[in-house]
Structure formats: C-alpha cells, structure tokens
C-alpha cells in the first residue's frame, strides 16, 4: 500500500504508541483519524500529524461501546471518504493477581470490575472496530489492512490474567481475519511489543526500569518509533498478512 494520500484510522491516537505511530505514517502523506477519550492529547496528536506532512482528525469514542465505534467510523467516512487501514492500538491494564494468599488467607482476588473492563477494551474494542473497518472496506471495495496491537504478554504474564487474556486473543483475531477477509483484499496482522518506552513506563521509579531493562537480551527498552515503523512497514508490504510480528529485542516472556 501507498500511504499517500490514504486514510488510515489509529485507535488510542491520542499519546504513547498510538501517536508515534501516527506521526510516522503522517510523513508519507497519509491521512489520519486518531480516536480517543481526552481532547488535549487528541488535539496534541493532530497537530503533529500535519506538521509531519499527512491531515488528520480527531474522534472522541469509548472503543469498548458500539454505537459509539459506529458513530466514530461514520464520521471519518463523512470526512475522508474510504478507510484504507486500522490500527487498533486502544488498551487500558487493570494489573493484579488472580488470588493474592498471604498468612493462611486470601488476601485479595481480581475483581470481575478489574477483569471485565481490561476485556472490555483491549479484546472487544479491536473487534468493533475491525468489524467496522472491514465492513466499510468491503462495501468500498477497498484493499485496506487492519494491525492489531498485541503484546508481549501474550504468552502469558504474571499478574495479567485479563491482559494476557486480551492481548493473546486480538493476536488470534489478526490471523483470523487475515484469513476470511484475503477475498476481499483485506490483509491483517498484529505487532506484539515487548518493553517500550511509552509516557507510562518511563513514569516508573528508575531502578524498577533498570531492572526491567537488565532482563532484555539487548538491555534497552524499545522506542514507540520502533513500533511505529513495523506498522509502516506491515501497511507497506502487501505481501504481510496473518501473522503477528514479535518485537521484544529477544525477550520471552
């Protein structure tokens, strides 16, 4: 695919990876739709996207909520015209052990609030979307792709059972899509990243970074343009499809 001149719609468009990776595809040319919760971000997001070279345009939506998803694609349709790519990039964490057991009782267990809403997001959110997506490509006979944004932790980690959960399961949608929608054109995958250096994780005490570093074959966490260009590259190959690209510098979860 080409970027220029296509509209490509990023999910969580607002900060952290979701920006970076809208700003890199902004500088071929391409028109972007950043969805999110919160107008300063957003408006922070669009603002980069056009002085990096591509227009944009924010939608405010609760990805988790359907009406609101349809309302949002309605809207850049009326804007742009055709939606050529997805990047479903929207996740929240709810951190915790399933049962946290100490001096003979159970201290804690996490909560169907805690799980539920991690679910809510990252699982069910990539899939309106998708289904949002695709339908419109279809219906507009367009080439598109869709990339989901899985995760490291994928394979499962510790004190993320809803997370792990989610982020194993929009892998698997990627592939499964990748799959019932090549009739149409449609290609789709997923990057799983490993430790980046979104505004979150650098808001971690230094020493608990030091230790997460230390754990990585190539002892750096990965910068949010690092992930950015796989997306670039994944839209720009129209021979990747149905696969979900590791980039976690050699760690395995």
Sequence with gaps: MDLNGKTIVITG???????????????????????DLNDEPLDEAVQLCKDAGGDAKSYKANVAKEDDVIAAFDAIEADFGKIHGL????????DGLMIKFK??????????????AVIDV???GVFLC?????????????????INISSISKAGNMGQSNYSAAKAGVAAMATVWAKELARYGIRAAAIAPGFIATEM?????????EKMAAGIPLKRLGEPEEVAHTAK?????????????????GLRL
């Design 201 to 209: 994780v650098a808001s971690m005490k230094p020493e608990a970074l």
């Design 233 to 249: 590259f994944i839209f720009e190959n129209d021979y990747v499809s149905g696969r979900v690209i590791e980039l976690d510098a």
């Design 130 to 146: 998708g289904r949002e997506a695709a339908s419109r490509m279809i219906e507009k006979s367009v080439a598109g792709c869709i």
């Design 87 to 94: 990047v479903n990039n929207a996740g929240i964490l709810r």
């Design 103 to 116: 001096d003979g009782k159970i201290e804690k267990r996490m909560s169907l609030a805690e799980w539920q």
């Design 13 to 35: 468009g607002g900060q952290g990876l979701g920006r970076a990776m809208a700003v890199v595809i902004a500088k071929e040319g391409a028109n972007l739709a950043l969805i």
């Design 122 to 124: 990252n699982l069910t």
